[in-house]
């Protein structure tokens, strides 16, 4: 789920699963995928990294539960994923 902010200024929660598109026109234009359309505050770019650092997250959650064997680890090793699992806002590489 990403925190994102309405154009009224209220804040609201999305589950990022259910974007099926994202565009500037010039407000950020979010089409669900059961057609809805939400319109946000937050520049696309700003959407587009709050959505990545979400599941970069969980993906480093899964790691961190599996052995330090297990594919997964690999496979965000070679995706350069924060594995410290950061809360600080930092982007996924840690800066």
């Known amino acids: 789920m990403i925190e994102l902010t309405r154009l009224n200024g209220k804040a609201m929660v999305l589950n990022s699963d259910l974007i099926k598109t994202a565009e500037a026109s010039p407000d950020t ?24 650092f979400y599941r970069a997250r969980l993906l480093a959650a899964v790691a961190q539960r599996l052995g330090e064997k297990d594919d997964i680890r690999r496979v ?19 800066n």
């Open 29 to 52: 234009m979010l089409t669900l995928i059961n057609g809805e359309k939400l319109i946000v505050r937050e520049a696309l770019a700003e959407v587009v990294e709050r959505v990545l």
């Open 76 to 94: 965000a090793a070679l995706s350069s994923l924060d594995l410290a699992g950061s809360e600080s806002g930092q982007d996924i590489q840690g």
